[in-house]
């Protein structure tokens, strides 16, 4: 589930970067894997919004929360410009943490961009939604399936991947806090022409 511009062709530069490193390590090369050389930055951005947008939302919960999770199952079942535009940017406070493991914003005016962009590189996306379970937090998180299908990836056939969504909603019943946990190599890079190939070959090695 994707979402600031997003730069298809700078997006997979960067990608690519990454599996060199990962090819580099299963030849065999020397890799520095101490501490210091990981980045966990947007590990620590995550537990950061948490621990300030779950701040007192334990409890049973209201009909806004209710009427917000409604509102954004509606918002990705459909992820169609037309479904999108003018409605994201209602469904996602104004200030709001939103990770999708691909990107990570912070308005809903550039969640809005970022899924109209990915709209536009779609014949076509939806989303279905199995079960929903809210913990003592106040965070939601969501189990669903998405099949969409786009020409710049794997020929234009439809993909299926999985996921679960953790939301948590402000008093108004809008999303301040978005983060996706799915495979998004199995979702994306695998069906990509060239780099498909390397990501599969470097699965298979694991």
Known sequence: MKFSKF?????????????LALVAVLAGCAVSTSPDAM?????DDYA??????TAG?????GEAEQRGLEAW????????VENIKGRASRVYADECFFNDTLKTLRSSEAIEDYLIETAEMLHEGSVEYHDTVRSSDGSYYVRWEMVYSGKKLAGGDPIRT???????????????????FWDST???????PVVGGQVRFIKNRL
């Not at 980045?39 to 590990?43: G, T």
């Open 7 to 19: 730069s298809f062709p700078s997006f997979l530069a960067g990608f690519a970067v990454a599996l």
């Open 39 to 43: 980045n966990d930055a947007p590990l």
């Open 48 to 53: 950061a919004a948490l621990r300030e947008y």
């Open 57 to 61: 939302k334990g409890g049973s919960p």
């Open 73 to 80: 199952k509606a918002l990705l079942a459909d992820l169609s």
């Open 162 to 180: 999985i996921g679960i969504s953790q939301l948590v909603f402000d008093d108004e019943g809008r999303v301040v806090l978005h983060q996706d």
């Open 186 to 192: 199995r979702g994306i890079f695998q069906h990509i």
